[in-house]
């Protein structure tokens, strides 16, 4: 199967591309669109973290668990908001984090694409959803293939950091070697959540420090205003 995908990622996964998984993803995404369902994010950004983030350059994975559900939010990037699309609350509290971390102002956007740009991995568990529907495709083999993303960053990369914000990220901890890559978990950046942990880790300081310490430029978590 022919995926449109940036090559590094596209040689990395090649074997996943032709389970039988990953056929039956694209058979029901056909299916759903055909029976006049509306599918988030649009079909040329489901790869967008893969496009934006090469595998070669990948240094910090954060892990989401579904795309955004309304209209015009869902771009392919965890947790990221395309510019004129409000942040959502769960970005929004990661803003609080990253100053109170490290001193940085608060945008006035939520995309996060300067930070794919440099290496940070946005992966959600699914890579699409139906409108409106949260988690209404988290059966239908994504699992299966972000896992094998996971497993191949962790075996044929050293020195990344895996951010593991809540019970759901912090599962996929056997698919990391933590004897070469770094882990950090909190809670959930979500509004119910957010004080039982996540604020005041301190995660983008550490992430950082860890990577200096291993001779990778640190990211430059700054994102200008619009």
Same mark, same amino acid.
């Given at each position: 199967?022919?995926?449109?995908?940036?090559?590094?990622?596209?040689?990395?996964?090649?074997?996943?591309?032709?389970?039988?998984?990953?056929?039956?993803?694209?058979?029901?995404?056909?299916?759903?669109?055909?029976?006049?369902?509306?599918?988030?994010?649009?079909?040329?950004?489901?790869?967008?973290?893969?496009?934006?983030?090469?595998?070669?350059? +990948?240094?910090?994975?954060?892990?989401?668990?579904?795309?955004?559900?309304?209209?015009?939010?869902?771009?392919?990037?965890?947790?990221?908001?395309?510019?004129?699309?409000?942040?959502?609350?769960?970005?929004?509290?990661?803003?609080?984090?990253?100053?109170?971390?490290?001193?940085? *102002?608060?945008?006035?956007?939520?995309?996060? *694409?300067?930070?794919?740009?440099?290496? +940070?991995?946005?992966? =959600?568990?699914?890579?699409?959803?139906?409108?409106?529907?949260?988690?209404?495709?988290?059966?239908?083999?994504?699992?299966?293939? *972000?896992?094998?993303?996971?497993?191949?960053?962790?075996?044929?990369?050293?020195? +990344?950091?895996?951010?593991?914000?809540?019970?759901?990220?912090?599962?996929?901890?056997?698919?990391?070697?933590?004897?070469?890559?770094?882990?950090?978990?909190?809670?959930?950046?979500?509004?119910?959540?957010?004080?039982?942990?996540?604020?005041?880790?301190?995660?983008?300081?550490?992430?950082?420090?860890?990577?200096?310490?291993?001779?990778?430029?640190?990211?430059?978590?700054?994102? =200008?205003?619009?």
């Amino acid at each position: 199967m022919d995926v449109k995908i940036e090559e590094t990622w596209k040689e990395a996964l090649k074997q996943e591309f032709t389970k039988p998984y990953f056929l039956q993803i694209a058979t029901h995404l056909k299916a759903e669109k055909m029976s006049g369902k509306t599918i988030y994010p649009p079909g040329s950004l489901i790869f967008n973290a893969f496009n934006t983030t090469h595998f070669d350059n +990948v240094k910090v994975v954060i892990i989401g668990q579904d795309p955004y559900h309304g209209q015009g939010q869902a771009h392919g990037l965890s947790f990221s908001v395309p510019k004129g699309i409000p942040p959502p609350p769960s970005l929004i509290n990661i803003f609080k984090e990253l100053q109170n971390d490290i001193g940085l *102002t608060i945008p006035n956007h939520g995309n996060l *694409t300067h930070w794919a740009e440099q290496g +940070v991995m946005l992966l =959600n568990a699914s890579l699409t959803v139906r409108a409106n529907e949260p988690m209404s495709h988290a059966g239908i083999g994504w699992a299966e293939f *972000t896992n094998a993303v996971i497993e191949k960053i962790s075996a044929l990369k050293k020195h +990344v950091v895996f951010l593991l914000w809540g019970k759901f990220a912090q599962e996929k901890i056997s698919l990391v070697d933590e004897t070469k890559h770094l882990v950090l978990k909190a809670a959930h950046p979500s509004p119910f959540s957010a004080d039982k942990g996540f604020f005041g880790c301190k995660h983008f300081s550490k992430a950082n420090a860890w990577l200096m310490s291993k001779g990778i430029d640190p990211v430059d978590w700054k994102l =200008n205003n619009i």
